[in-house]
C-alpha cells in the first residue's frame, strides 16, 4: 500500500495511542498498571481513536494491542469501587461510548487483527472480537467473569460471542468463573493463533510482531478486497439472506471496477496462460 508516510496523532501519556505508518494505524490501549481496564478517560479516548483510524484514507489495516503484560481487562473495577463512577446509568453511558469504538471497527471495510498477549476478561472480550483476526500468547488466558462481580456482559461480548464460537460454549463461558487457556480458545475459534516464546518476557513482543506480520500481508495485497470481504461477512446479520446475495452481487461488481482488481485479473490471466500445457502433438501411426 502506498501511503504518505507515518503519523503521530497521539502522545507517549494519552490512554489511546494512534500510529499509523506505511497504511498500518497501530491501537495501542495505554494503560498498563491498571490491566488497560476502561475508565472515563480510555472510553473516550478508545471512540475517538477508533473513530479516526477507520476513517482515514491512508490507513489499510488496524492493528489493536494493550501496553504492559496485558491486553484488556474490561472495566476498572477499583476505580468504580472507588466512587469514579455515580451509578448504573453512569455504567450505560459508559458503555455507549466505547460501543461506538467497537461500532466504528466492525463496520468499516477495515480488516482488524488484535495481538492480545497476556489477560483478557470482561469487556476485554469484547474489544478481542472487535478484530477480525486474533493472536495470543501461549499464556494468555481468556475470559467473561463478569459475574464474579454481579455484573452482565457489555461491550458486544452476548452479541458477538455466541456468532464466534456458538451459543452452548458462549453460554460455558459466561456461566463460570472460568479463563480459557491460549490452546482452548484457539480449539474453540475464538483466536486465529497462538504464538510461543522460550523466554516469557518476550512473549508480548512475539504476539505483537506475528500480528503486524499477517497485518503488513494484507496491505502487501489486494487489502481493498479483504476489507470489503470483512465487511459483508460482518454485515451480514442485519440483511436477508436475498439482500445480502444483492449486497454481494453489489460489492463484487464494484471491486471489478477498481484498477487494482483490473491489474490483478490481467496478471493472473497472464500468468495461467503461460502456465497452460501445449497440446501433443500427433503420433504417428505405425
Not at 218 to 230: D, H, I, N, Q, T
Request: glycine share 10%; charged share 20%; with cysteine.
Amino acid at each position: 500500500m502506498d501511503t504518505a508516510g507515518s503519523a503521530a496523532a497521539s502522545g507517549p501519556s494519552d490512554p489511546v495511542l494512534l500510529r499509523v505508518d506505511d497504511g498500518l494505524a497501530r491501537i495501542t490501549l495505554n494503560r498498563p498498571e491498571r490491566l488497560n481496564a476502561f475508565d472515563p478517560d480510555l472510553a473516550h479516548a478508545w471512540s475517538e481513536v477508533t473513530t479516526e483510524a477507520t476513517s482515514r484514507d491512508d490507513v489499510g489495516a488496524i492493528m489493536l494491542e494493550g501496553a504492559g503484560g496485558s491486553f484488556c481487562a474490561g472495566g476498572d473495577v477499583q476505580a468504580m469501587a472507588a466512587g469514579g463512577v455515580a451509578g448504573g446509568a453512569d455504567i450505560s453511558r459508559l458503555a455507549e461510548v466505547i460501543n461506538r469504538g467497537i461500532r466504528a471497527l466492525t463496520e468499516s471495510s477495515v480488516p482488524v487483527i488484535a495481538a492480545a498477549h497476556g489477560t483478557t476478561a470482561g469487556g476485554g472480550l469484547g474489544i478481542l472480537m472487535t478484530s477480525d483476526y486474533a493472536i495470543v500468547g501461549a499464556d494468555s488466558r481468556i475470559g467473561s467473569l463478569y459475574a464474579n462481580i454481579g455484573l452482565t456482559p457489555d461491550l458486544s461480548v452476548s452479541a458477538q460471542l455466541a456468532r464466534a464460537v456458538g451459543e452452548r460454549r458462549a453460554l460455558q463461558l459466561v456461566l463460570q468463573a472460568r479463563l480459557l487457556s491460549a490452546t482452548e480458545a484457539l480449539e474453540w475459534g475464538l483466536v486465529a493463533e497462538v504464538v510461543s516464546a522460550e523466554d516469557p518476557g518476550d512473549m508480548a513482543a512475539r504476539v505483537r510482531a506475528r500480528a503486524e506480520e499477517v497485518a503488513r500481508f494484507w496491505l502487501s495485497g489486494a487489502y481493498r478486497a479483504y476489507g470489503e470481504a470483512k465487511r459483508l461477512i460482518r454485515s451480514q446479520p442485519s440483511r436477508s439472506f436475498a439482500d445480502h446475495l444483492s449486497e454481494e452481487a453489489r460489492t463484487i461488481g464494484a471491486m471489478f471496477d477498481t484498477p487494482d482488481a483490473q491489474a490483478r485479473i490481467a496478471a493472473f490471466a497472464a500468468g495461467a496462460g503461460a502456465r497452460r500445457p501445449s497440446a501433443p502433438e500427433p503420433q504417428e501411426k505405425a
